[in-house]
């Protein structure tokens, strides 16, 4: 298996609050990516990055910030989390995405704003 | 807009074999890719197809038409196991840009 993790794996939070999601490798992938999963959405992107410092948005970035200051870390932000910011986060990595595409995920993060 | 469709729901019994469809309709194109998930858990990769044809690997296989924007996944030999949901993705961009389909829920039955 990829060495992906991620912290918190559960978490239950207030609207208005931050909230910082990590996700950590020891692949030493380039790519990283954030995902949230709803049912009857599949996954969609958040944000990724292609490089320390280097990152882009998703199709649902709104409300959510990244930084990659390590090429073993990512992090997702949440400024002031919002009830409809309660899903399931995944993080994914991947070396390559030229020729062939394979990202592996990392375990969840349950993610509950009341 | 980008968008996937997949049905949402397949069954079939053991031993069987079942093909998945996926339609496309995306901005870019670089690669079609299938993941499997069981009961929530990290989604795993199964195949990725950025040439028209097949690509066999063990009881999978995948295949993709570029012109028909259309790939599927079969599946043979079902085992119990197989049961979990499946979900198409295409590569829109050369940054590993990745949209989704919905999901396809597969109840493998004895």
């Known amino acids: 298996d990829a060495g992906i993790t991620q912290s918190p794996r559960h978490k239950v939070t207030e609207t208005g609050t931050p909230v910082t999601l990590r996700c950590h490798q020891t692949?030493?992938?380039?790519?990283m990516y954030w995902y949230r999963q709803d049912p009857g959405h599949g996954l969609r992107l958040i944000h990724y990055s292609y490089g320390v410092k280097d990152t882009d948005k998703g199709e649902v970035s709104d409300g959510y910030s990244v930084s990659r200051s390590k090429t073993e870390d990512f992090l997702l932000t949440l400024e002031s989390a919002t009830s409809s910011q309660t899903s399931v986060y995944f993080c994914a990595i991947s070396e390559k995405v030229i020729s062939y595409n394979e990202q592996f995920f990392g375990p969840g993060t349950r993610l509950t704003v009341l | 807009g980008q968008s996937l469709e997949q049905p949402s729901e397949v069954t079939a019994v053991e031993g069987a074999i079942v093909q998945i469809n996926c339609t496309y309709q995306t901005s870019g194109f670089y690669g079609l890719s299938w993941y499997q998930q069981h009961d929530g858990g990290a989604p795993t990769f199964l195949s990725y197809?950025?040439?028209?044809g097949l690509e066999e690997t063990g009881r999978f296989s995948s295949f993709l038409s570029r012109s028909d924007s259309y790939g599927y996944l079969l599946l043979q030999e079902l085992q119990m196991k197989d049961s979990a949901s499946y979900f198409c993705a295409v590569q829109y961009n050369q940054g590993g840009k990745l949209i989704f389909g919905q999901g396809t829920e597969l109840s493998v039955k004895p």
């Open positions: 197809n950025a040439l028209d």
């Open positions: 692949e030493n992938h380039r790519y």
